[in-house]
């Protein structure tokens, strides 16, 4: 079931970056002649009005295909078709029809993370945490965070585990960490001596309450009695600060993906974690199978990558033709078809570098290589 809901979520995903596009292409006057979920060949199709509407056999993206994309192709269109052209298009009219995919993915990623930050769910607030550390969404509270392995809440709590009453008494975060340090070892205080009696806990597990004994010890290192657990709670986010908060993390991860897929033509570990798509759907297959939320977050993940790659400036890239629209306008005149295409040469090499990389990155983990 993950799966399909992994697959079905990357697919959505690429019909509505390819909907931007096709909306906007509409909106302003642009012919569309077809709107593809992958590529050809063509296993169906079918077509109302002037646009064919196609599922194609390469599962790697999508396209819109608008009719005139080039002078060349400007040129042995009818007549009647032209002005209608992409090419034949004011340059604000085709970026804005460029754009409108990858602002729909960034759209996408922009609500994803202010939704969860909303939630206030810890697996929520975790993982943002995860993906943009400077984005504050824990504070402390009566969570159990985080469990050190050989001390005495290894294998007595769990991750996730609300803490509600200690010996009785309402739980807050000074009051258990009062508690724990609190308490006196059996004998003479040494290294690992183990308290006089068990810390009696009230905790809230998978919705049912649950209690647990357990001994605090003393840790000579730190000069008190520890249980080995961080406690904390999700930051409460309002409206503004969960949708500055996800700008905040949108900007980490852009920054982060950029630097990552720099290094990944002079680094060979950095190569070796790119992934293609069945990487990135078997991740998202993995994170959904942990619960809604990461799911939702590993989508607007991708969602933001997706934006990302598309804007670089290179054809057939989205920032390729963004960026010939614009140098169009700044100069005033047409730039060669084969101008564009020589300049972005390096754009292609490094595109099928990184595909070529991710594909047999994934087969290697398929292979068990």
Known sequence: MAWVIAVGGIIMLIILHEAGHFLAAKAVGMRVERFSLFFPPTIASFKRGETEYAI??????????ITGMSREEVEELDPELRPRAYYNQPPWKRIVVILAGPGVNLLIAFVIFAVVL??????????VSGLAPQVVTLVPGTYVDGIDRHYPA?????GGDRILAVNGRKAS???????I????????????CRAQRPLSLLVLRDGHRVTVSIYPRYYKGEGYMLLGVSLAAPRQFGLLSALGNSAATMWSLTASTVTGLAHAVTSAKARGQLSGIVGIT????????????????????????????????????????????????????????????????????????????????????????
Request: hydrophobic content about 45%.
């Open 154 to 158: 290894d294998g007595k709590l769990h």
């Open 173 to 179: 975060y000074k009051s258990i960490v009062k508690q």
């Open 181 to 192: 340090r609190s308490d006196a070892c059996a004998t003479p205080r040494v290294a690992g």
């Open 282 to 369: 078997q991740d998202t297959a993995e994170a959904v199978a942990l619960g809604p939320v990461y799911g939702f977050l590993i989508i607007g993940f991708v969602s933001l990558v997706l934006a990302v790659i598309n804007l670089f400036p290179f054809l057939p890239l989205d920032g390729g033709h963004v960026l010939w629209s614009a140098a169009e306008k700044v100069r005033g005149s047409r730039i060669s078809t084969t101008a564009m295409w020589k300049f972005s040469s390096v754009g292609i090499v490094f595109l099928i570098f990184l595909v070529f990389t991710g594909l047999s990155n994934n087969i290697s983990h398929l292979t068990g290589g």
């Open 56 to 65: 194609g056999a390469i599962p790697a993206g999508g396209y819109v295909k």
């Open 118 to 127: 909303m939630s206030g769910t810890l697996g929520g607030a975790n993982t």
